[in-house]
C-alpha cells in the first residue's frame, strides 16, 4: 500500500508537505473555544479538516484497527477497541508521585465527534475547587469505555482515579479498555532510538515540530504554583500549548502504530532494525509468516553487527520450529560467515540438526568439535553452547555413533 493511498488514516500527501519540512505543531490550525464552571475552565479545540499534526491528520482516528493495536500492545481485548468510544488522555500535574499531595490540574482529551476530531482541556483554577474539577470531568469520560494514553496505565490514570477516591467518589470508568502507547512505542524503536520518550517519538518518528510556545515539561508545575501565587492565567498559556500537542500526538502516533503494523511494507518503515522488532512482535502473535518476512527484510538493511546477528538466530529458530530446513540452513550458514558468538550459535544448532534429522552422527561431532574449539576463547550464555554442555553433547554423540557402528575405526 503506497503512502498516496492512506487517506483514510489523514496521511500527508507528499507532494503537499516534503518530507524534509513537517508543518510545526502551532495553534494557528486549531481553533478554541473557552467555558468556565465555578472552579473549572473547559477549553475546547476542534481541529480545521486540513490540519496537520506531523505526517497525519488527528481526524484520521477514526480508521484506526483495534486488531492492530491488539497484536502489537499483546491485549485481545484491544481488538474490540472502536474510537468512537475512546478518549485520548494526558493530564498535567503538580508532581510525579501518586500521593495525597499531587493534584491533577489539567487533563487533555481528544475524541472522535461526527467523523472530525476535537480536544477539551479541563483546567483546575485552584486546589480548593476541585470537586467541581472533577464534576466536569465525570460528566465527560463517562461517555468513553476506552482511554489511549502515553505511560498513562503506570501515572495518568491511576493519579486520576485517586483524585476521585480521594473525594469519596466512584471513578467515571471502571476497567476501561486502555491504550497505553508507551508500551508498542518501546517494542518497535527502543533498539534505533536513544529515547522513546513522547518527544522522541515526534522528533524521529511523527515528523512533529512544537513552536516557541512550548514549554519542557519539568516547568510546568512550577508555572502552575505561580500561577496560584497570584499569578496572570495567561503566563499558563505555554501549558495549555504543551497538553494540547501531547494529546494531538497521541491521535498521530496511534494511527502510525496501526500503519506500521498493518501494512509495515507500506512505506511507513525503512528501518532494518524496526523490522526486526516487528518480526518479534508478528512472531509472539503467532503470525508466523508475516514475522518471517519481516526478520527477511531486516537482514536486507542490517549491517554487520550484534541486531543482524539476533535477527539472524531469531529468524533460524522460527524456521526450525516450522521445519523448514532450507531456510534455517541458510541462516546458520550466514551466521558461520559472520563469525563471532553468531558463528557458536550456529555449530551448536548444526549439530543439533545433523544429529536428530539427518542422524549423521560424524558430521554432528564435527560441528561439536568445532563449537569446542571456538567456546575456548570466549563465555558466553547461549543456550547448550558452554564448553561443558559441548563436552556433554560430544561425549553422547560418541557413545551414538559407536552403537549405530557409523563411525568406522571405533
Known sequence: MKLEQLSHYGVVQPSRVPAAAPRPAGRQRV??????????????????????????SPHGVAGLSGRHLSL??????????????????????????????????????????AGTFQVKQFFLAGPQTETSFLDELDAFLRQFSAIVTFNGKAFDWPLLENRFVLHRREPPLRD???????????????????????????????????????????????????YLSGGDRRTLDPVFYH??????????LSMHIDRVVGDPH?????????????????ERAGDLDRAMECYEEALHRLPAGAERRET?????????????????????????????????????????YAEHVERDFMQAIDHVQHAL??????????????????????????????????????
Not at 508498542?184 to 516557541?212: D, F, M, N, Y
Not at 553422547?396 to 555413533?401: C, D, F, K, S
Open 312 to 352: 539472524l538466530i531469531g529468524l533460524a529458530g522460527l524456521q526450525k520450529r516450522e521445519r523448514r530446513w532450507d531456510g534455517a540452513h541458510l541462516c546458520w550458514q550466514q551466521l558461520l560467515d559472520e563469525g563471532g558468538e553468531g558463528a557458536l550459535f550456529a555449530r551448536v544448532e548444526l549439530a543439533k
Open 176 to 226: 476501561p479498555l486502555h491504550v497505553d502507547l508507551l508500551h508498542p512505542a518501546r517494542r518497535l524503536w527502543k533498539r534505533r532510538l536513544e529515547s522513546c520518550a513522547l518527544s522522541s517519538l515526534e522528533a524521529h518518528i511523527l515528523g512533529v515540530e512544537r513552536t516557541e510556545q512550548d514549554v519542557p515539561g519539568y516547568l510546568i508545575p512550577q508555572l502552575y504554583f505561580d
Open 243 to 252: 497538553n494540547l500537542q501531547d494529546v494531538l500526538s497521541l491521535a498521530s
Open 31 to 56: 481553533e478554541g473555544e473557552l467555558r468556565k464552571a465555578a472552579g473549572c475552565e473547559v477549553v475546547a479545540t476542534h481541529c480545521e479538516p486540513d490540519h496537520r499534526h506531523g505526517w497525519y
Open 72 to 113: 502489537i500492545c499483546r491485549d485481545p481485548e484491544l481488538a474490540y477497541l472502536e474510537t468512537a468510544n475512546a478518549v485520548f488522555l494526558d493530564t498535567e500535574t503538580t508532581g510525579l508521585g501518586l500521593g495525597v499531595g499531587t493534584y491533577v490540574f489539567l487533563v487533555g482529551a481528544g475524541y472522535v465527534h
Open 266 to 282: 507500506g512505506g511507513a518503515v525503512s528501518h532494518g532494525a524496526d523490522y526486526a522488532s516487528l518480526g518479534r512482535a508478528y
Open 373 to 410: 574449539e571456538m567456546a575456548e576463547d570466549r563465555d558466553t550464555t547461549l543456550p547448550g553452547a558452554s564448553r561443558r554442555d559441548l563436552e556433554h553433547r560430544l561425549g553422547r554423540l560418541v557413545n551414538r555413533a559407536v552403537r549405530s557402528r557409523s563411525w568406522v575405526g571405533v
